[in-house]
């Protein structure tokens, strides 16, 4: 069992609505949860990150954590076609010292 | 905040050459750098945690004597592939983490292609 598990996807939402990203661990160690979007041919960047279980909201973001299901989530209102990206969902693992990333969701807004 | 620089973002090298990356916290110290590297169309695989002035952690399967990691001041650490050969070639990417932070900030990645 990998992890840090995501759906592959692509997963498409038309532009305005609610794109939704999930991402389960196996570590029930971990205690901080990170989203990074990477575009293609780039490098991550950082969108949000959630220690503490329930939502945690940033703009046209939302996070969300329930450690008892190992699940966290990724919200994104509004979609729009610049949030076409890869989503990785990342996990604090190994004590705390690394991150363990998913293999990421391809997001594809569509007009 | 939080800029993470790498240089170089491109290199094409011959096989059998060795390769120097460098990353840079510009704006905050990092006692800890990490490097990543991604194959296309696959998530990043964590290669190493480089703390300054020690000595890097490998992740299992990668070579310590073939991906060098010197971490010589708190806002630099390169990677050096020694002997590359065409296998070698993938995006190589190192994040950096400020003092008493859990956050990984990545930098923008370097490209090795080698022939």
């Known amino acids: 069992q990998k992890e840090v598990e995501q759906n592959s996807g692509p997963l498409s939402v038309p532009e305005g609505a609610i794109a939704s990203l999930n991402c389960t661990y196996s570590?029930?160690?971990?205690?901080?949860f990170f989203w990074y979007r990477q575009y293609s041919g780039k490098s991550p960047e950082l969108i949000m990150f959630i220690y503490s279980n329930g939502d945690k909201e940033d703009g046209r973001f939302t996070a969300q954590l329930n450690k008892a299901s190992q699940y966290v989530s990724l919200l994104i209102r509004d979609s729009q076609p610049s949030d076409s990206a890869t989503y990785l969902c990342?996990?604090?693992?190994?004590?705390?010292?690394?991150?363990?990333f998913g293999t990421g969701t391809q997001l594809k807004v569509e007009l | 905040g939080a800029v993470v620089s790498q240089h170089p973002s491109w290199v094409i090298c011959k096989s059998g050459t060795s390769v120097k990356i460098e990353c840079r916290s510009l704006?905050?110290?990092?006692?800890?750098m990490f490097w990543y590297r991604q194959f296309p169309k696959q998530s990043l695989m964590l290669m190493a945690t480089?703390?300054?002035?020690?000595?890097?952690?490998?992740e299992q399967g990668v070579e310590k004597d073939k991906f060098l990691i010197n971490h010589a001041s708190l806002t630099l650490s390169t990677l050096t592939v020694t002997s590359a050969h065409p296998e070698d070639s993938s995006f190589y990417i190192c994040?950096?983490?400020?003092?008493?932070?859990?956050?990984?900030?990545f930098g923008p990645g370097t490209r090795l292609l080698v022939l």
């Open positions: 990342a996990a604090h693992t190994g004590g705390g010292n690394k991150l363990t």
């Open positions: 994040s950096a983490r400020d003092v008493g932070a859990q956050t990984q900030y």
């Open positions: 704006d905050f110290q990092a006692t800890t």
């Open positions: 570590d029930r160690g971990s205690q901080s």
């Open positions: 480089s703390n300054e002035g020690s000595k890097a952690t490998y």
